[in-house]
C-alpha cells in the first residue's frame, strides 16, 4: 500500500515486483509458484503489508536476476518511509483522539 505524507510517499517493493512481473508477463500464480508462497501471501507481500524477508528476496534475486540486497533495500527504505509519516502525521495532528467510553 502507497502511504503519502506531506514531505515523502512510500511506496512497497511489491510496486516494483509488478512492474517487472508486467515487464516479463508473469501472471501473479506464475510468481506465487515460483518463489513458493500462496496467492493470498503474495497479494499481501506486493501490497507491503508483509515485508519482504531475506528469504523471498533471495527467490527474487533467483528468478529475476536482482540482487537479494536490492530488495531488502527497498523493504528497509519503505518501512522507513512508514515510520517517517506516522511521526509527521502525529507531530502535525492537532485532532485529539477520541475518548475511550467509561473515562
Known sequence: MI???KTIIAVPP???IVEIMDDRKISREEL????DISAAQLNLLL???VPVSPGIASKLEKLFGIPAYFWLNL????REDIATIVK??????SVQ???????
Do not use: M
Not at 506465487?32 to 518463489?35: H, L, P, Q, S
Not at 483522539?97 to 473515562?103: M, R, V
Open 47 to 49: 501490497e507491503g503489508v
Open 3 to 5: 502511504y503519502r505524507g
Open 88 to 93: 509527521e502525521k502525529q507531530t502535525n495532528s
Open 75 to 78: 523493504e528497509a527504505i519503505y
Open 14 to 16: 511489491g510496486e516494483t
Open 32 to 35: 506465487a509458484e515460483k518463489i
Open 97 to 103: 483522539p477520541p475518548a475511550i467510553f467509561g473515562d
